[in-house]
């Protein structure tokens, strides 16, 4: 299946926060490996930001949110990077348009690394101040930078595979894994009506967005234990899913039609087979592997053409509570789905995220955090999905139960796949 | 306050249903008095279809769901309205692209009247054949035709006021009322954290959309006794409320920008004061009014501005469902919300639909119903809120506790407005 | 062949101002005979104006550039008029959007003969006091907007055409003429090198595009006694004209490949051959008629396709020269090229208008009248193309030797067409 | 003045083919040597292409026309390069998107200057082969080549400002000139009615666009000295020149309008003062230069508010004629208009292209060569000016009598100027 190797972070609190910093720092940079630097400098459509802004914008992050109030001798590397690695903090200045930001060709590559050193020592120095005082203000700030930089690390490679399949010349970005994904056969969780409780409590670091905890009424239901295959998948393109309007939500299939859509994004025809352009190039579907790179749109019609429906989050989070997320991760290449299936549910974290037919709102009760942080979330209440789990490009220590992911109905450049439910 | 007359249609089940039939047939005709023929053409923006265009299709709704199945001997009139008068019914057949809806000179107006006759007879014959027969398969159908057609009459009032409005000579459609609205001091209606039920159950009529009846969790919550007024809304603009990003979701803030949007739709400052441009011409607002043409983005950024939120449509119904719609639609003109003062809760109905914060998406257990009438209401349950209530151009006994209309975040043609909540 | 009947208006010195505008202001009315009031309202796409809005525009222009100044006593009949129907003078004040004209349902098309009345009366009161002097500063404007009128008959019936189009239910404007157009075979007349001399001098009425008289230097070249057919055309297409790129301008090729097109606009291929939709409906192509409703792009490429190429504006005046203007429009459904053919030179009026290779610019010494009446043809000098002649739709006492129409290069919903030229 | 420094390159008839070659060659690239890895990359707007591109893409014209075509054994470096590089040439096969040029990132730029090398020597074999046989058949090609490459190194510097531009960070290409321009007064040489000769003839190279010769006639004209300077326009400026829509045409005043026109391209107010960008950073205005990035419509407004207007081609030839290209072109930071001022004509060559208001189109007897070579500048006859001399960026060895420069009116980024003309 299509995975990305990310370097483990492990956010054990034995380790100190210095650590945790440098950790997510290097894994960062160590995304960019394989990259030539002109790699980093082109945006492949509006969604996709390049390379060289992901390093930048996740350093200001911490230069504005983190060294600026707490560091008060703090001078900013340079003032004009306020502006162009300001990504839609409204409330933190002025900021460049995300439409022209595959157009700056400086700073150049290694400026914005020399960026990332400068900002990395001020950090470094501020992690000695704080050793392990987690009630100091600036504890949570820089957890949540980890978090915002480990986000950007999944956007990193979403983005740059776009960028290569954009290109004609269509650039690999690593050698393919050796072993060929199996798929169980399709089975269900079921679970009886009743009050349940979602949303995060307790201390360990989760968005605002994720809280408070609250009750939910659900109805009696089930969940597949296996996300949908890409074989499954296609046999819901060979029996016209993509011709037949009545699958489809009326926005959903304008889009497909004007789009011209015909397949999941990356997805071609040739040589009498469906073939899928991936990180490490294009390769026939492996028939196994997940589906991934549909949007709501082509889940819900897949859903509908199936006789099942996308679940709610409060139904996914409701089976998962019973399967904790360490060790669910597996190694890239070494796929293994059969090794959860004695345990009932496969694939909740580490293969696709997972759409779900819950639009993306506030929970009862969630306040978003005061200030210019209080945009991370919660603007972004409207016209969107909530998608849980994680998928091949999620670093490992970044996924959790209660984790809200979100996207609009369109997004198709993310890992993103499909697991079915149905009223009991 | 702004307010349409429409001729309330008693659905008493002593009623014929072919008196039930004509006399909608006839309200929409009613509502068209004013109008000279030229008006009947145009579309002035997307979302607006002409008059002509809503008498044809209502009538084409009766023809293709009715009596081409119901009727074996019918002919249509002419078998081209078949493609013109299609809204988006995939599984009807080709139709006409709705951005040239306001294209199409021919039929003239006249014709379409004669069409709708054509219908109308047909219809009728149809009626005295049924009887009182409910459980013939056609009376389904005929009900939700007179509930289609209702919907289009209020949509006749918002399109044909946008058209008048679109225009540089402002005409009016009909006389001011001579009564002045009255609002009371704002009030709190809470309701205990627990299990409650919503959603349509019963005989009755009702769409496909408003059940299966479900029970929803609720934390405990208040609910506001009045509409959001003039008055206060226009405080909300003078104190910045569309200059300040932080109000806003980042969608609305974006089309706010870029609509240059100061105000509601229809509002307009000029004189030292805020104008609105309404059925009966342009005046100066009424502060006790309720405030309307407001989209999600404005209704949701006024809530936060005044330090609460929008309510969920389970809380609404909630509430509501303690007040009975019957006698709470009040004269044109006659506007008295001290009456409803009394009980608590007022304009539940019959002033202004209200935003909620929920998305429009399924119940839990819904389907849609089988073949083309299915893509009623399914197909739209993406990126879009539900709003509640009835607004003044609701047909009187077109509103009901578990009605769910829906529109985009963006909408603000019809009447729109809003109604506070708070966690308790 | 595609022609329009329009009452011929004699412009002979000897019938007075009065009658002369009478005559021109009923010819524009008589075109309308066959509409529908609905018919009057709407514009199908950009360049298109509603009937209702040339009725009322040329009305405006006697209003805003004769009756205003020379008029003292004159009282405007609506003084919002003068923003709905102010074309493009940004001298005479604010005006409506253009794209908006088609949304403006009032005035009705009864109160714009109203207007037009009120204006018919003031100015014939005015051609009372003028009497014959032509040297009255009045004189010459009435002049200009009695030819603006012509203009706007034309447009009238190009527009109406294209509304009907439009419309799927493709109302006929009136009943098809008896007579088979035939053309001659090709011939040509040949013109040797030297100096020439064109454009308008003298005392009769002209554009002031059309002046000063001035020598052009011309090499010897051959121009086309007759117009290309129908017949040629679709040859040309038959031929792949539309699918080789080397044929075409590259901004043709672009705009061909995104608009789709195959043949000129309001052809259509079924039952196995090309139809033309015509103001007298749908019918096969009549083969020896002069093809029309050809963009300068198809012009250009068919030339190139044929071996030739089109003529110079100068090259096509230096020929009509020979060829006195008054006797050449035919009536419609009696159409004998063969009168013409023993002069040589054919349907150099009132076929179609005829593309040249001339950029539509000031000829040498040009000077804009002031005001705004010099915005009529100075400030559209700018990526447009000459066209010469007359169409079928011209008034007849409208053609002149030295008239220079312009259209941009894509322009379609005229009566365009092609004469050749070729290089001696 | 802004002004680029280009290597000058002689085409001295003793020079080899090979010399020229490698001169030409080795000149684009010395243009690159300022710039980072990353300033190769991106494209700023649709007129630009990245460095990289051009670099490639003059390469592949090389490899296209004069190696495949000329060399047997010749074998393409990397065959999806003819895909990349192929700019507008629909004969030599399908080609990339020209919106996407600056979205790909492979090959880099190593890669692309290896190609460069490849075609390079294979190039300089072929010389070999040649050696100084004028009439081989590869010999036109590669002169046009060459002809085609200085071409690139003008728009390789006009794209590179923009990208810069762009780039909030403003960077610099190299540093500033030390001498301050002096203009002038202004002056006028007067040419008298009568028959006069343009175009190109002889043997020397010529794009087929300037020629035939051919005659002209011409009214009784004056040409000025000198162009418009800075202080000239900006005097234009403060006069209301952007506000008065009388003195533009309409297209132009549109488009000033929705592009918030306000001066020339890159020129910024501030600090009281009007500054521009300039490839040595942005600095307040040289007075006395002349104005650069301006486009037709306010090259066509400003002549209008002098009380002036734009020459024809015909009127620059024929006064240019009196004018040798040799020695004209001026060392950057040296610039003596005083030195021409004794012969009348100043600025002809090496400071800005003149706009003229001659449309881009055929001459008489024009023949575009046929083949895919033929699309060079036949296929854009169509809505564009000719601009007439040479700017600071073109390469002087490349600026020519009879040269027509074209670009469509709106067109900003190059360094376009104005030289003013009269009727005598």
Request: glycine residues 8%; contains cysteine; negative net charge.
């Amino acid at each position: 299946m299509t995975s990305a190797t990310v370097t483990p972070v492990e956010s054990a609190p034995s380790r100190s926060l210095a650590e945790r910093f440098f950790a997510v720092r290097a894994a960062t940079e160590g995304l960019c490996a394989p990259l030539e630097v002109e790699d980093y400098v082109v945006s492949s459509m509006a969604d996709v930001s390049p390379t060289k802004w992901h390093l930048a914008h996740t350093s200001w992050f911490f230069e504005t949110f983190l060294l600026a109030p707490h560091v008060d001798e703090y001078v900013a590397l340079n003032p004009r990077y306020a502006f162009l690695f300001n990504s839609y903090y409204v409330q933190a200045g002025e900021r460049h348009c995300r439409a022209q930001r595959g157009l700056v060709t400086r700073p150049t590559v290694r400026e914005v690394y020399d960026y990332r050193r400068y900002v990395d020592d001020a950090v470094l120095a501020l992690c000695a101040r704080i050793g392990d005082d987690v009630e100091h203000p600036a504890w949570a700030i820089l957890e949540l930078g980890l978090h915002h930089e480990q986000q950007h690390q999944e956007l990193l490679l979403t983005d740059i595979k776009h960028v290569f399949w954009t290109n004609p010349m269509r650039p690999t970005f690593r050698a393919a894994g050796a072993t060929v994904p199996t798929a169980a056969i399709q089975g269900w969780r079921h679970v009886a009506e009743g009050v349940r409780t979602i949303g995060h409590a307790g201390g360990d670091f989760a968005f605002d967005n994720e809280g408070p905890e609250h009750k939910v009424y659900l109805n009696a239901f089930a969940l597949a234990h296996r996300l949908v295959t890409n074989a499954e998948y296609a046999a819901f393109i060979a029996d016209g899913g993509y011709r037949q309007a009545a699958l489809w939500m009326s926005k959903g299939w304008g889009e497909a039609r004007e789009g011209a859509w015909t397949a999941p994004l990356y997805w071609e025809h040739h040589d009498g087979a469906w073939h899928e352009f991936t990180l490490a190039g294009t390769a026939p579907i492996s028939p196994d592997a997940p589906v991934t790179h549909v949007s709501y749109y082509e889940a819900d019609a897949f859903a509908r053409w199936a006789g099942y429906r996308l679940p709610t989050e409060a139904e996914w989070e409701t089976v998962a509570r019973d399967f904790p997320v360490e060790g669910r991760f597996v190694e890239r290449g070494a796929h293994h789905p059969s090794a959860d299936a004695k345990a009932g549910m496969q694939q909740l974290y580490g293969d696709a995220w997972q759409w779900t037919q819950s639009a993306y709102v506030a929970y009862p009760g969630y306040r978003a955090s005061p200030g210019a942080i209080g945009e991370y979330n919660g603007k972004w209440m409207c016209d969107q999905w909530v998608l849980r789990g994680a998928s091949c490009a999620t670093p490992r220590s970044h996924a959790r139960l209660t984790y809200r992911n979100f996207f609009p109905s369109d997004a198709r450049w993310q890992f993103t796949g499909i697991r079915l439910a149905a009223d009991a």
